[in-house]
Protein backbone atom coordinates (compact mmCIF):
# COMPACT_ATOMS: atom_id res chain seq x y z
CA UNK A 1 0.00 0.00 0.00
CA UNK A 2 1.21 3.28 -0.69
CA UNK A 3 1.04 5.86 2.15
CA UNK A 4 2.54 9.62 2.48
CA UNK A 5 4.57 10.55 5.36
CA UNK A 6 3.40 13.20 7.41
CA UNK A 7 6.30 13.47 9.82
CA UNK A 8 9.83 12.29 9.49
CA UNK A 9 11.11 9.16 10.01
CA UNK A 10 14.58 8.51 10.77
CA UNK A 11 15.81 5.03 11.58
CA UNK A 12 18.73 4.19 8.91
CA UNK A 13 19.83 5.38 5.81
CA UNK A 14 16.60 3.39 3.95
CA UNK A 15 14.59 4.32 6.89
CA UNK A 16 14.62 7.99 6.46
CA UNK A 17 11.33 9.47 4.75
CA UNK A 18 11.32 13.57 4.41
CA UNK A 19 7.85 14.78 5.26
CA UNK A 20 4.96 14.48 2.08
CA UNK A 21 7.55 11.55 1.01
CA UNK A 22 5.25 8.07 -0.76
CA UNK A 23 6.78 5.15 -0.30
CA UNK A 24 5.17 1.69 -1.09
CA UNK A 25 4.93 -0.41 2.24
CA UNK A 26 3.75 -3.59 3.30
CA UNK A 27 -0.04 -3.67 4.17
CA UNK A 28 0.32 -3.99 7.92
CA UNK A 29 3.16 -2.25 8.15
CA UNK A 30 0.88 0.51 6.36
CA UNK A 31 -1.53 0.53 8.83
CA UNK A 32 0.70 0.86 11.65
CA UNK A 33 2.33 4.08 10.34
CA UNK A 34 -1.62 5.63 9.73
CA UNK A 35 -2.49 4.62 13.45
CA UNK A 36 0.88 6.09 14.84
CA UNK A 37 0.27 9.05 12.75
CA UNK A 38 3.12 8.97 10.80
CA UNK A 39 1.77 8.99 7.78
CA UNK A 40 -1.94 8.91 5.86
CA UNK A 41 -2.90 6.82 2.82
CA UNK A 42 -2.16 7.93 -0.40
CA UNK A 43 -5.26 6.44 -1.91
CA UNK A 44 -8.59 6.41 -0.17
CA UNK A 45 -10.00 3.58 -1.82
CA UNK A 46 -6.88 1.57 -1.96
CA UNK A 47 -6.80 2.25 2.17
CA UNK A 48 -10.26 1.06 1.99
CA UNK A 49 -9.51 -1.91 0.33
CA UNK A 50 -6.33 -2.90 2.50
CA UNK A 51 -8.81 -2.39 5.79
CA UNK A 52 -11.26 -4.83 4.37
CA UNK A 53 -8.98 -7.78 3.25
CA UNK A 54 -7.10 -7.09 6.89
CA UNK A 55 -10.94 -7.59 8.47
CA UNK A 56 -11.47 -10.74 6.46
CA UNK A 57 -8.38 -12.43 7.36
CA UNK A 58 -8.40 -11.54 10.43
CA UNK A 59 -12.22 -12.87 10.98
CA UNK A 60 -11.15 -16.23 9.06
CA UNK A 61 -8.17 -16.63 11.53
CA UNK A 62 -10.93 -16.37 14.74
CA UNK A 63 -12.93 -18.70 13.25
CA UNK A 64 -10.22 -21.16 12.45
CA UNK A 65 -8.84 -20.56 16.06
CA UNK A 66 -12.71 -21.10 17.32
CA UNK A 67 -12.71 -24.59 15.32
CA UNK A 68 -9.84 -25.54 16.47
CA UNK A 69 -11.01 -24.37 19.97
CA UNK A 70 -14.25 -26.52 19.49
CA UNK A 71 -12.20 -29.56 18.70
CA UNK A 72 -9.85 -29.42 21.81
CA UNK A 73 -12.95 -28.47 24.38
CA UNK A 74 -15.06 -31.39 22.53
CA UNK A 75 -11.79 -33.92 22.91
CA UNK A 76 -11.35 -32.96 26.62
CA UNK A 77 -15.22 -33.29 27.21
CA UNK A 78 -15.16 -36.91 26.01
CA UNK A 79 -12.55 -37.51 27.61
CA UNK A 80 -13.97 -36.52 31.13
CA UNK A 81 -17.70 -38.64 29.91
CA UNK A 82 -15.24 -41.63 29.24
CA UNK A 83 -13.63 -40.75 32.86
CA UNK A 84 -16.99 -40.50 34.60
CA UNK A 85 -18.55 -43.80 32.67
CA UNK A 86 -15.62 -45.73 34.26
CA UNK A 87 -16.34 -44.73 37.20
CA UNK A 88 -20.13 -45.85 36.88
CA UNK A 89 -19.18 -49.13 36.14
CA UNK A 90 -16.65 -49.46 39.15
CA UNK A 91 -19.13 -47.83 41.32
CA UNK A 92 -22.28 -49.92 40.36
CA UNK A 93 -20.05 -53.46 40.72
CA UNK A 94 -18.90 -52.03 43.80
CA UNK A 95 -22.30 -52.61 44.73
CA UNK A 96 -23.05 -55.14 43.58
CA UNK A 97 -19.64 -56.93 45.23
CA UNK A 98 -17.99 -57.59 42.00
CA UNK A 99 -14.76 -56.14 41.33
CA UNK A 100 -14.54 -55.28 37.30
CA UNK A 101 -11.29 -56.06 34.84
CA UNK A 102 -10.48 -52.67 32.40
CA UNK A 103 -11.55 -55.18 29.56
CA UNK A 104 -14.93 -55.06 31.23
CA UNK A 105 -14.75 -51.44 32.44
CA UNK A 106 -13.76 -50.81 28.88
CA UNK A 107 -16.87 -52.25 27.48
CA UNK A 108 -19.05 -50.52 29.97
CA UNK A 109 -17.89 -47.17 28.62
CA UNK A 110 -17.67 -48.10 24.52
CA UNK A 111 -21.36 -49.48 24.99
CA UNK A 112 -22.14 -45.84 27.38
CA UNK A 113 -20.80 -44.03 24.47
CA UNK A 114 -22.42 -45.74 22.02
CA UNK A 115 -26.48 -44.46 23.69
CA UNK A 116 -26.50 -48.36 24.98
CA UNK A 117 -27.09 -49.75 28.18
CA UNK A 118 -24.25 -51.54 29.25
CA UNK A 119 -26.16 -52.81 32.25
CA UNK A 120 -28.75 -54.81 29.65
CA UNK A 121 -25.61 -56.93 28.08
CA UNK A 122 -26.06 -60.33 30.32
CA UNK A 123 -22.23 -60.68 29.78
CA UNK A 124 -21.91 -57.60 32.12
CA UNK A 125 -21.45 -58.77 35.44
CA UNK A 126 -22.81 -55.58 37.31
CA UNK A 127 -26.10 -54.19 37.59
CA UNK A 128 -27.86 -57.68 36.34
CA UNK A 129 -31.31 -58.29 38.52
CA UNK A 130 -30.82 -60.91 41.05
CA UNK A 131 -32.83 -64.13 40.12
CA UNK A 132 -36.30 -63.85 42.99
CA UNK A 133 -36.90 -67.11 42.73
CA UNK A 134 -33.64 -68.48 44.29
CA UNK A 135 -34.31 -68.29 48.08
CA UNK A 136 -30.61 -69.54 48.66
CA UNK A 137 -29.80 -66.23 49.92
CA UNK A 138 -32.58 -64.68 50.73
CA UNK A 139 -34.02 -64.00 54.33
CA UNK A 140 -37.63 -64.18 53.18
CA UNK A 141 -39.37 -67.64 53.68
CA UNK A 142 -40.60 -69.50 51.04
CA UNK A 143 -44.57 -69.03 50.99
CA UNK A 144 -47.15 -71.43 50.43
CA UNK A 145 -49.90 -71.68 47.38
CA UNK A 146 -52.62 -70.02 49.61
CA UNK A 147 -49.68 -66.81 49.90
CA UNK A 148 -49.07 -67.51 53.77
CA UNK A 149 -44.83 -68.26 54.68
CA UNK A 150 -44.58 -71.64 54.81
CA UNK A 151 -45.17 -73.02 58.69
CA UNK A 152 -47.09 -69.78 59.55
CA UNK A 153 -50.51 -70.30 61.16
CA UNK A 154 -52.90 -68.17 58.71
CA UNK A 155 -55.38 -66.34 60.90
CA UNK A 156 -58.85 -66.17 60.21
CA UNK A 157 -60.69 -63.49 61.19
Same mark, same amino acid.
Given at each position: M???F?? *?L? =???ED????? #???????NE???? /?????? /?P? *??K????V?A??? $???I? #???????A? +???????L? =????D????????? +????? /???? #?????G??? $??M?GE #?PA?D?????? $?? $?D?SST?????K?K??S??E? =???K?E?
Open positions: KVKIA *SC =GGSYHPSK #DDKEVEDALRL /IDAGIA /IS *SKEYEQLRIN $KKNE #DAEKEAQN +AILEKETI =GELRLYAQVARKS +AQIEG /IVLT #DEEVEFVE $KSN #DAENFPAG $KS $KEENSTEPDEGTN =GAVSG
